[in-house]
C-alpha cells in the first residue's frame, strides 16, 4: 500500500480480483470506501504499486500476468489504463521503484536480477550481471544515482552511479534474504530479512549497525484497534528495566503525524491514551511506533475509522 504524496487520505493498493486477474484498488476517504481497477485479461498477481512522486495522478501496477512480466500505469488516477512496452524486462516483477529526482528513471527487480529505464518503461536494460534474485529495490530520493536493492540470498547490493557498478554491503546482515529496504536518507539504510530481523547500515559512517528489536523483552499492544478517530486509543506496554521512552505516530506514506510520549519510564506495565482526532490523524491506516533508548523499538498497526 503506499500513500498519495499530495492529496491526504488518497491511498493505493495492488494484488489480484477474485478472478485472478491484476488488480488495484484506490481509496480517497482514508479507507472508508474503495475502488478497485481489474487491469489484466488473464491470470496474473501485481507485486508493486507505486505513485509519481512528481505527478501523483500517474500510478504504476507491477507483477506478472500470463507467466510474463507486466507493467501498468494511469496518468489519470485510475479513469484508464495502459501496459507499458517493458522491453527488455525479464522474470515476474517482484519490486517496483521510481526516480524521485526524475520520474522517467524506473527501476524493477524481478526474479532475473535488477533492471532500469530511462524512458518511461518503454524499454528497460538490465544493469548487472551480479545482482541476481531481486525482491526490493530503494532509490535514494536525494540522490537518483544511488540505488540499493535487496535481494532473495545475496543480501544487499548498492550502486553510486546509476547501476554502472554494484557493490554488496553484508557486513554483519544474517540471514542473506533480504525482502524489504527503507532508507532515512543521509542517516540510514533498513533491510528486513526473511525469518530473520532488522538491521540498519549508517550511511553516516558506512558501518553496519544491527538493530533488531528485541522482541523478548519489549511488548506494546494497541486497542480498539480499528479505533474511531473521536475516542481513545490505547498503547499498552511492558518494560523489562527503566528506558527512556518516545511513541511516534505515522501515516503510510512514512509521514510523523503526531508523538504522544516522550518520558522516562520505569520498569512495568504502562498504558497510554490519546484521541486520535486531537492527533490530527484522519480516518487511515497508522504505524505506532515505540522507540526506546539504544535505538530498540517496535511497531504496530493502528486502523483510524469514522
Same mark, same amino acid.
Given at each position: ?15 489480484? =480480483?477474485?478472478?485472478? %486477474? ?19 485479461? !488473464?491470470?496474473? *498477481? ?89 525482491? =526490493? #529495490? ?7 544515482? %544511488? ?17 554502472? +557498478? ?11 534474504? #533480504?525482502? %524489504? ?8 539504510? *533498513?533491510?528486513? !530479512? ?10 553516516? !559512517? ?10 523478548? !523483552? ?15 486509543? +490505547? ?50 491506516? *497508522? ?5 526506546v533508548d539504544q535505538g530498540a523499538s517496535i511497531v504496530r498497526r493502528l486502523v483510524v475509522i469514522r
Open positions: 500500500m503506499v500513500a498519495d504524496p499530495v492529496t491526504p487520505n488518497v491511498y493505493w493498493t495492488a494484488g489480484r =480480483d477474485l478472478n485472478s %486477474r491484476i488488480a488495484a484498488s484506490k481509496t480517497t476517504d482514508g479507507g472508508a470506501s474503495w475502488t478497485r481497477y481489474s487491469l489484466g485479461s !488473464t491470470t496474473g *498477481y501485481a507485486y508493486s504499486v507505486q505513485v509519481d512522486p512528481i505527478s501523483p495522478g500517474t500510478v504504476y501496477v507491477a507483477g506478472y500476468e500470463n507467466s510474463q512480466p507486466v507493467i501498468y500505469r494511469t496518468t489519470n488516477g485510475g479513469s484508464s489504463w495502459s501496459t507499458l512496452a517493458a522491453a527488455g524486462l525479464q522474470g515476474y516483477v517482484y519490486t517496483f521503484a521510481i526516480d524521485p529526482t526524475d520520474p522517467t528513471v524506473l527501476w524493477a527487480g524481478t526474479n532475473y536480477g535488477i533492471f532500469k529505464s530511462t524512458n518511461s518503461g518503454s524499454s528497460f536494460t538490465e544493469m548487472s550481471t551480479l545482482v541476481d534474485h531481486t525482491k =526490493d #529495490v530503494c532509490v535514494d530520493p536525494d540522490d537518483g544515482d %544511488r540505488v540499493w536493492v535487496g535481494t532473495y540470498n545475496e543480501g544487499v547490493y548498492v550502486t553510486e552511479d546509476g547501476g554502472s +557498478t554494484w557493490t554488496q554491503m553484508n557486513e554483519g546482515l544474517d540471514p542473506s534474504r #533480504v525482502d %524489504r529496504l527503507a532508507v532515512n536518507p543521509s542517516n540510514w539504510l *533498513y533491510a528486513g !530479512t526473511y525469518g530473520g530481523s532488522s538491521y540498519r547500515w549508517s550511511l553516516q !559512517t558506512g558501518v553496519e549497525d544491527q538493530g533488531s528489536a528485541p522482541i523478548e !523483552t519489549l511488548a506494546m499492544s494497541v486497542f480498539p484497534n480499528p479505533c474511531p478517530g473521536g475516542s481513545g486509543a +490505547t498503547i499498552a506496554f511492558s518494560l523489562d528495566a527503566p528506558r527512556e521512552m518516545r511513541l511516534l505516530l505515522y501515516d503510510l506514506g512514512g509521514r510523523l503525524v503526531a508523538s504522544p510520549l516522550e518520558a522516562f519510564m520505569p520498569q512495568g506495565e504502562h498504558t497510554l491514551s490519546f484521541v486520535p482526532d486531537q492527533e490530527g490523524m484522519a480516518p487511515g491506516v *497508522y504505524f505506532c511506533r515505540l522507540a
